[in-house]
Each structure stands twice: as structure tokens, then as C-alpha cells.
């Protein structure tokens, strides 16, 4: 997980309220993902950004939001149009996207409970 | 379309016994492939990766992986398990000239004394 942080570990949401999740990393890596984790069902990309101010949907975008305003950051936010938000939201990292060889490296996770 | 196949839900051995989690793939060209960890509530930790070269790679923590092109598999092994190895295991797997990382559903690795 070193050199990839996410925040906050758990959070809680009520139905109907948007909320940002917070990812940053001091890798130095063009690349940033955003992944859904949710039981027997594997990774799945939410949005990925390759440079600053460019970013594109995944295989799940609906109901999800990102930015790409800083190298170091990506935040994800879960709007109310996601219809099924609870599961856990992985961010991840590489140093060039364009390269295929290239390996992901994964932050800790957040665990995000709609109430 | 790329896919990867994880055909066992759940894997049982005994500590000091050798262990294999199984992947298929399904890629056109040839494919990049990756093993990563995930222990409970955390994320995934990369393990080892195949590009091209020999068709046995080695990892991190002991594990190594081998990469048979006719039977489109890259099975994860290591010669003796430790309980500590218990946790859930991840196949992935991208073409060539791709961007985009396609992950199998997982496999639960569990060490018993």
C-alpha cells in the first residue's frame, strides 16, 4: 500500500447524499484508477486518468465523478444516482498507462456503507 | 474481449504442503499477466507479473507463477505454504498494446495447521 493513501477508511452514507472519496499518491505516476470491489465479483475500473485535466469512464461509470486537477490526486465522487453504492472502492496507481507492462500498485481501500 | 478465469472459489492446504491457485486467460495477442494479494479490509499488493522471457516467474513472498501459452493458464504456486499466506488471490491480465486491466473474481487461499 506505500505511497498510495486513501481516505477516509470507512464511511457512511445516507441515501441521497453525494460524497467524495479522497485518493493521493507520491509515486510520481502519470496513471490513476478508481475500482469497485464488491463479493465474488473481482475488480471492477470505475474511471481512470492518464495525465492531469483528462480522464475517462470505465466499465461502471453511471452514478460516479472524477477529477484529475493535481498529479498527486483523484478524488471519487459516489453521486445519488449510483444506485448501489455499498462496496469497497479501491484506488490504484501506475507510472505510465500507455505501457502495457506496466504494474498497478493499490491503496488501503475505503469501505463505503449507505444506510 | 479479454477475460480471466479463477476456477476455484476456495483453495484448502496444510502449512508446509505446496500450493497452486489456478488462472485462465482469454486475450487476443499475446498477454500481459499479473498475481496480486489482498488480506482482509486492505488492498491489493502485486505479486509478480509475466511480459515475455521464461515462462517461470518468480515473486515476491516465495511465490513464483508459471505461464503456458498452449493452455492459456498462469497458475500461482509455492512449494510450501504458510498460514500467513491465507488471504484472497487475484489473477489480471492485459494485451499487448492495451490499456485496460481485467481481473479475475478471486480466489480464497486458506492455510490450516
Known amino acids: 500500500d506505500g505511497g498510495i493513501t486513501q481516505s477516509p477508511k470507512y464511511l457512511f452514507r445516507k441515501e441521497g447524499q453525494n460524497v467524495t472519496l479522497s485518493c493521493e499518491q507520491n509515486?510520481?505516476?502519470?496513471?490513476m484508477y478508481w475500482y469497485r470491489q464488491d463479493p465474488g465479483q473481482g475488480l471492477r475500473l470505475i474511471y481512470y486518468?492518464?495525465?492531469?485535466?483528462?480522464?475517462q469512464k470505465g466499465d461502471i461509470a453511471e452514478g460516479y465523478s472524477v477529477s484529475r486537477e493535481k498529479k498527486e490526486s483523484f478524488p471519487l465522487t459516489v453521486t445519488s444516482a449510483q444506485k448501489n453504492p455499498t462496496a469497497f472502492y479501491l484506488c490504484a496507481s501506475s507510472s505510465m498507462m500507455r505501457s502495457s507492462t506496466d504494474t498497478q500498485y493499490f491503496g488501503p481501500g475505503t469501505r463505503l456503507t449507505v444506510l | 474481449a479479454q477475460s480471466v478465469a479463477q476456477p476455484e472459489d476456495q483453495v484448502k492446504v496444510a502449512e508446509g504442503n505446496p500450493l497452486t491457485v489456478k488462472c485462465t486467460y482469454s486475450v487476443s495477442g499475446n498477454p500481459y499477466l499479473f498475481w496480486y494479494v489482498q488480506y482482509p479490509n486492505r488492498g491489493l499488493q502485486f505479486l509478480l507479473k509475466y511480459i515475455t522471457g521464461d515462462n517461470l516467474v518468480k515473486g515476491s513472498y516465495g511465490f513464483e507463477a508459471e505461464f503456458n501459452k498452449s493452455q492459456t493458464s498462469f497458475h500461482l504456486k509455492k512449494p510450501s505454504a504458510l498460514v500467513s499466506d491465507s488471504a484472497l488471490y487475484f489473477c489480471a491480465v492485459r494485451p499487448m498494446g492495451g490499456n485496460k486491466l481485467t481481473f479475475g473474481t478471486g480466489t480464497q487461499l486458506k492455510v490450516e495447521l
Open positions: 509515486l510520481n505516476h502519470d496513471a
Open positions: 486518468s492518464q495525465i492531469v485535466n483528462d480522464f
